[in-house]
């Protein structure tokens, strides 16, 4: 079983409609979930971390954990063409940092 | 801050020679990790040190792959000898504390043939 697992996709949202991403992890110890994206050629950056759970939003963007279940979500409303991207879900239990395989989003304008 | 510094950005190397990839953290980061990137694999955690010591290397996929933290401002991947399988992205990140995120370098991109 992978650390962190991501559906590859890709995934294609109209755009001004909400983008959904998930993500899972095995290890009920980790303490911080992280969305990394990552343009074509680039290096990830990061957009969003949450720590408890429950919901975080930051303008667009709206991370969701649900540490019971072992899942993150990030939701993107009202995509952007500029959103399309390779998104990175990584899960971070203290020390170590694990990414998941990334999704691959399209915004179709 | 400059941020994260990794040399060489590209990287064309014979197979059976050694390679040498470099990072520099950004200041006052006590994490450093190594990643490989491929479309298969995604982006695999190879190494990572806490204040210069190695932590956790069983990401390392080989006897080949070595990596180095002399001091706090440079580190090294070292693949000797390379095989075209090596051909990958190899990123350098570092973070400040624990269950921070961590910052990426631009990434080397290793050709191997």
């Known amino acids: 079983q992978k650390e962190v697992e991501q559906n590859s996709g890709p995934l294609s949202v109209p755009e001004g409609a909400i983008a959904s991403l998930n993500c899972t992890y095995s290890d009920r110890g980790s303490q911080s979930f992280f969305w990394y994206r990552q343009y074509s050629g680039k290096s990830p950056e990061l957009i969003m971390f949450?720590?408890?759970?429950g919901d975080k939003e930051d303008g667009r963007f709206t991370a969701q954990l649900n540490k019971a279940s072992q899942y993150v979500s990030l939701l993107i409303r009202d995509s952007q063409p500029s959103d399309s991207a390779t998104y990175l879900c990584a899960v971070r239990g203290a020390q170590k940092l694990v990414f998941g395989q990334g999704t691959r989003l399209t915004i179709n304008p | 801050d400059a941020g994260v510094i990794q040399s060489p950005r590209h990287e064309v190397t014979e197979m059976g020679q050694e390679v040498t990839l470099r990072c520099k953290p950004i200041s006052g980061h006590d994490y450093l990790f190594w990643y490989r990137q491929t479309m298969m694999r995604g982006l695999e955690l190879l190494i990572y040190?806490?204040?210069?010591?190695?932590?956790?290397d069983s990401g390392m996929p080989e006897d080949r792959f070595s990596a180095k933290m002399p001091n706090a401002s440079f580190s090294t991947l070292k693949i000797q000898p390379s095989e075209p399988r090596d051909s990958a992205v190899y990123f350098c990140?570092?973070?400040?504390?624990?269950?921070?995120?961590?910052?990426f370098g631009q990434g080397t991109r290793l050709t191997v043939v």
């Open positions: 949450i720590y408890s759970n």
């Open positions: 990140a570092s973070s400040r504390g624990t269950n921070t995120e961590a910052f």
């Open positions: 040190f806490n204040n210069n010591v190695p932590i956790d």
